[in-house]
Structures are given as structure tokens and as C-alpha cells.
């Protein structure tokens, strides 16, 4: 099993960007698929970004095409989002998730699961 802890969460202004990392312990990293959703007050948990375990298939949300990258590195197995051009539905508490069923956008195929880190508002 992994078990994964996300970091890199705060403030981001209009028109920077703002990376969340996230460690997945255990010995199985490579096998997982890897995902982040987030979630924003009163509102569901919605999908953000997947990557298989190889790093060749990735998948985002139309909400955050061409401004958001996942990316993995297996060896220091580690997950990491990029945010760029930040839009106001963006703040949230994202979490990172760990999946044997592949590359997906369904949180059912996701068994591990991080405790989120916050993106606030920016001021």
C-alpha cells in the first residue's frame, strides 16, 4: 500500500503559479496510478488531474487543461501539481490519491488517500 502526504499549499496571486508535491510512502509507488482532486466549501470532490503509474498517460479536467501539469518521479516517489494562470474556482483544499485501476478521473478507483492541503483565496 502507499500512503500519500501533500504539501505546498497557500497563497497564490492573479498571474503566478504554485506547486503542490505530495510523498507517497511504501514500496509500491511505481505500481499506483496517481490523481488530485480537490474540493471547495460546500461542494463536491471533483476531479483535477491523474497519471498512470509510468507517467505516459495523463488526464486533467477541462477546468484546468492548459494550465495545470501533473508529473511523477518514481524514483524519489513523489507527485506533484503545477498551477499557472490560477482562475477564482481554483481555491480548494486539494488531495492526492493513490489508484491500482490506471489513470482516472473516478474517485472509486482511487483506495489511498492524503488529508489535503489547502490553496486559500488570494488577497
Known amino acids: 500500500q502507499v500512503q500519500p502526504v501533500e504539501s505546498g499549499g497557500g497563497l497564490v496571486q492573479a498571474g503566478g503559479s504554485l506547486r503542490l508535491s505530495c510523498a507517497a510512502s511504501?514500496?509500491?509507488?511505481?505500481?499506483?496510478?496517481m490523481g488530485w482532486f480537490r474540493q471547495a466549501p460546500q461542494k463536491e470532490r471533483e476531479f483535477v488531474a491523474a497519471i498512470s503509474w509510468s507517467g505516459g498517460v495523463k488526464y486533467y479536467a477541462d477546468s484546468v487543461k492548459g494550465r495545470f501539469t501533473i508529473s511523477r518521479d518514481n524514483v524519489q516517489k513523489m507527485v506533484y501539481r503545477q498551477m499557472n494562470s490560477p482562475k477564482p474556482e481554483d481555491p480548494a483544499v486539494y488531495y492526492c490519491?493513490?489508484?491500482?485501476?490506471?489513470?482516472?478521473?473516478?474517485?472509486?478507483?482511487?483506495?489511498?488517500w492524503g488529508q489535503g492541503t489547502q490553496v486559500p483565496v488570494s488577497s
Open positions: 490519491a493513490a489508484g491500482e485501476n490506471g489513470a482516472s478521473n473516478s474517485r472509486s478507483d482511487y483506495r489511498y
Open positions: 511504501g514500496r509500491t509507488f511505481s505500481s499506483y496510478a
